[in-house]
């Protein structure tokens, strides 16, 4: 039980915040390394935080030089402070019968809901940082062209999006690629995170995209496309046009989840520590239940702001 076994317990909802598997568009991203600062340990203004080296400059490459002395080229280096988001599960009660035991399936029956919320709520939060803010030459925000959401792909009438929604093309994605490419971001590991929409867009672009681009039956398109590792995620930022709304905000008419890309090398992840918090049934005189919670600190961001960017909806405008 947690109480006999806290660290087996604790190790475990560590493990498994640590190892799942439902932001896959995160593979493979290094954690910073960096050390984790704990300030006001256990207390409620507790903070995980990471100092990390900073540069806003790159480094000056010199072809066929015949000039002597080399110049030289001064290196701006700094230190940036980051705080690590905090994830915090409600109380839960569990029954003695529920706290007894210590083998890793009982573990993961009582603690699963509350893995699965914090993973949630970590990756949400963690593609909304890497999403840019506004479009900018560094951070472009490409705006969808396609026909209106009360249309498919043959101008056929149909009731399932929003038709104020343009949907995503094909030639959205080649011309983000484009942008990409403008900016001289390196071929390897460009990611896109889809949001629903703009998959739902592509799976209904069958001209386009036929068979080879997509799986029809499955729901899915091709692992990669026009250069882009492709995923796809449900709680994409909202923007409003190409500027992206607060964390958690509810989009209203005219504003959608939008698409997420981004420059795999460029993006580092932090992961801090993890608390269990445990009351045993015996001093809970008025309930007679235990109780469990959890304290969970995590961060992805962009290194530094290039080569990230995002795809949004465009507002469909009737011809006067």
Not at 268 to 284: E, H
Request: net charge negative; hydrophobic share 35%; with cysteine.
């Amino acid at each position: 039980m947690p109480a006999n076994y806290p660290e087996l317990w604790l190790n475990r909802v560590d493990n498994k915040l640590k190892t799942g598997d439902i932001a896959p568009w995160l593979d493979g991203i290094e954690e910073i390394n960096a050390d984790l600062s704990v300030i006001n340990g256990g207390a409620m203004n507790e903070i995980n935080q990471i100092h990390i080296p900073s540069t806003d400059m790159d480094i000056d490459i010199l072809i066929n030089n015949n000039v002597y002395p080399i110049p030289v080229q001064n290196y701006a280096d700094g230190t940036i402070t980051m705080s690590l988001d905090k994830y915090q599960t409600k109380q839960i009660p569990i029954s003695d019968d529920q706290a007894i035991g210590s083998s890793y399936a009982k573990i993961d029956n009582v603690t699963g809901l509350m893995v699965q919320g914090m993973l949630i709520s970590k990756f949400s939060k963690a593609i909304y940082s890497i999403g840019p803010a506004a479009n900018t030459a560094n951070t472009p925000v490409l705006v969808t062209t396609g026909r209106s959401g009360n249309y498919d792909a043959d101008g056929k009438e149909i009731i399932l999006f929003d038709g104020d929604r343009l949907c995503l093309t094909y030639f959205d994605l080649v011309k983000h690629k484009k942008q990409y490419d403008d900016n001289k971001v390196p071929l390897m590991d460009r990611r896109l995170v889809l949001c629903s929409d703009h998959i739902n867009d592509l799976l209904l672009d069958r001209r386009r995209f036929g068979d080879l681009l997509n799986n029809l039956n499955a729901g899915t398109i091709a692992p990669v496309i026009a250069g882009f590792k492709t995923y796809q995620y449900l709680v994409n930022p909202v923007y409003n046009g190409t500027n992206k709304l607060a964390y958690e905000s509810v989009p209203e008419d005219g504003q959608w989840a939008g698409s997420v890309s981004f420059y795999g090398p460029n993006i580092g992840k932090k992961t801090g520590m993890t608390r269990q918090y445990y009351k045993p049934s015996v001093i809970d005189t008025e309930n007679q239940s235990n109780t469990l919670a959890y304290r969970h600190y995590f961060m992805a961001s962009p290194k530094r702001n290039q080569y990230i960017g995002a795809i949004v909806s465009g507002t469909y405008v009737p011809v006067a």
